[in-house]
């Protein structure tokens, strides 16, 4: 198993930047991928960003393509998602997972990541 723990989340303003970080942990030796998805309130959870573990190979969604940056730390088994021009519609539950080797899928699907967080909270004024 895979224990998968987010932090960096808070409070900012609109146009400001923050770092979420997650840290994986347990059987990390098959990872394929990390992710981050995230949902706001009433809405499904949506894919963000991921980044393939051996490659570094990075997959973006549209709306944070160009504000939003992920990055890894193979050594430390940790995955970062640095968000930059942040806007109001950015703000959600943001979760990181884990896509292990023997999970299919489109990337940027969640049902191709088998291990989750609990999520951190992004709030954005404006």
């Known amino acids: 198993q895979v224990q998968v723990v987010e932090s960096g989340g808070g409070l900012v303003q609109a146009g400001g930047s923050l770092r979420l970080s997650c840290a994986a942990s347990g059987r990390t030796s098959t990872t394929y991928a990390m992710g981050w998805f995230r949902q706001a309130p009433g809405k499904e959870r949506e894919f963000v960003a991921a980044?393939?573990?051996?490659?570094?190979?990075?997959f973006y969604a549209d709306s944070v393509k160009g504000r939003f940056a992920i990055s890894k730390d193979n050594a430390k088994n940790t995955v970062y998602l640095q968000m930059g021009s942040l806007k109001p519609e950015d703000m959600a539950v943001y979760y990181c997972?884990?896509?292990?080797?023997?999970?299919?899928?489109?990337?940027?699907?969640?049902?191709?990541?088998?291990?989750w967080g609990q999520g951190t909270q992004v709030t954005v004024s404006s």
């Open positions: 997972a884990v896509r292990t080797l023997g999970y299919s899928g489109s990337i940027r699907s969640e049902t191709s990541f088998g291990s």
């Open positions: 980044i393939t573990w051996s490659g570094g190979i990075t």
